[in-house]
């Protein structure tokens, strides 16, 4: 059973940088994909950035790129997600969640259907 305890959210200014970290464990294989998602007051749960573990492909959505992404830590079982520049509309609950997943990770991959989810950590950035 693939369990997953995230952590490091807080309050942070904009123009700020804040690590988030997930640790997983219960992964028997490298067919699994893992991804942060976040969900805003009154909007979708969307995609943040995720990694495919076969091939350490990484999908990061366009509103992040260049300023956030997914850092895998294999030793520790530990997926980090590096938030840099961050900006008001960033805050929301950001979730680590896991999925069996086969293939090179692109957009479609990168979607809030994964089976396996954490409880979710806050991220608020304000002034």
């Known amino acids: 059973q693939v369990q997953i305890v995230e952590s490091g959210g807080g309050l942070v200014q904009p123009g700020g940088s804040l690590r988030l970290s997930c640790e997983v464990s219960?992964?028997?294989?490298?067919?699994?994909?893992i991804g942060w998602f976040r969900q805003a007051p009154g909007k979708q749960r969307e995609g943040v950035s995720c990694?495919?573990?076969?091939?350490?492909?990484?999908y990061d959505h366009d509103s992040v790129k260049g300023r956030f992404t997914i850092v895998r830590d294999t030793a520790r079982n530990t997926f980090y997600l590096q938030m840099n520049s961050l900006t008001i509309e960033d805050t929301a609950v950001y979730y680590c969640?896991?999925?069996?997943?086969?293939?090179?990770?692109?957009?479609?991959?990168?979607?809030?259907?994964?089976?396996?989810w954490g409880q979710g950590t806050q991220v608020t950035v304000s002034p």
């Open positions: 969640a896991a999925d069996r997943f086969w293939g090179t990770m692109t957009e479609p991959d990168c979607l809030p259907y994964y089976g396996s």
């Open positions: 219960g992964l028997t294989s490298r067919y699994w994909a």
């Open positions: 990694i495919a573990l076969k091939d350490d492909s990484i």
